[in-house]
């Protein structure tokens, strides 16, 4: 995970003396670790002015003040379920992210803390969507809410809350379309889902979750850009976060947007997800 980024962070300071060009490579590595051009600029123009004022020589300080900063945009977040309540989590994102794998993966991450899960098959435009919870629903014995193929989203979301209701409370955890004709199509669809679960869901127990493939760079601010102003996010879960993910996007959707990250999805199988260690994930896009 994030090698590449720091074998070239340690090549950069191994081989440069501390002046404006070890600060503008940096620049460019930080890009490159998809950081995004605007922060990665604004990073390393503040760290050289502390090494200036402060008359910093040790390079493996200059590393330090680098971890602090981008520890200032990893932001954890905690979801936990409102005991005896209906509870309504929301999971959005374009098509390819792993979406439908990543509501089973936090279905099952819920159901062995003790809590009442049930999926909603709330992308009814997606007939393979669908099959593939309906799947893991049978995996993990899940109970799967599902209406017919094209029929309307927010009624699955809309009758999943009242199930949960009628066991005594526990957790929704709704799978939702990433891709209709247009956007402005999804974005309507994803509001009036959103209606209807604030509606369903007791107060405080609501929670719109993006979902986001750790290998997509810059691309993932924009999406979280565009959800957000949809529906206002309360976290990110990253997907795919393997040795092909640099991981640097989710300091930039911080610094943004100040949306924090919930989950991270390591692998394939069902236990492949934990909670998002701020300091691990920086300390692993560092390579320290």
Do not use: W
């Amino acid at each position: 995970m994030a090698g590449f980024f720091a074998n070239k962070l340690k090549e950069l300071f191994s081989s440069s003396k501390i002046d404006s060009e070890l600060f503008e490579d940096m620049t460019d590595i930080l890009v490159e670790g998809d950081v995004g051009a605007k922060l990665a600029f604004s990073i390393s123009d503040e760290l050289e002015e502390i090494c200036k004022e402060q008359k910093i020589t040790d390079q493996e300080k200059i590393v330090d003040l680098l971890e602090e900063k981008l520890l200032e945009m990893a932001k954890p977040v905690t979801f936990t379920p409102c005991e005896g309540k209906t509870n309504i989590y929301m999971l959005l994102g374009v098509n390819g992210v792993g979406k439908t794998t990543s509501a089973a993966k936090i279905a099952n991450y819920y159901r062995e803390k003790g809590n009442n899960v049930i999926l909603a098959a709330a992308d009814t435009f997606r007939a393979a969507a669908e099959e593939q919870l309906q799947m893991h629903g049978r995996n993990l014995d899940i109970r799967v809410v599902a209406h017919q193929h094209g029929s309307d989203p927010s009624a699955v979301v809309f009758d999943a809350a009242d199930a949960c209701r009628a066991s005594g409370g526990g957790l929704v955890i709704a799978d939702t379309a990433g891709r209709l004709h247009n956007k402005e199509n999804l974005v309507k669809e994803l509001q009036k889902i959103d209606r209807i679960a604030q509606q369903k869901a007791d107060e405080g127990c609501y929670k719109k979750i993006l979902v986001i493939d750790g290998t997509t760079g810059q691309n993932a601010v924009r999406q979280a850009e565009v959800f957000n102003e949809a529906v206002s996010l309360d976290g990110v879960v990253i997907t795919k976060y393997d040795s092909t993910a640099k991981g640097g996007m989710i300091y930039s959707i911080y610094n943004e947007l100040k949306i924090p990250v919930a989950f991270v999805c390591t692998g394939e199988k069902y236990p492949d997800i934990r909670l998002f260690d701020p300091v691990e994930y920086t300390k692993t896009f560092l390579g320290r």
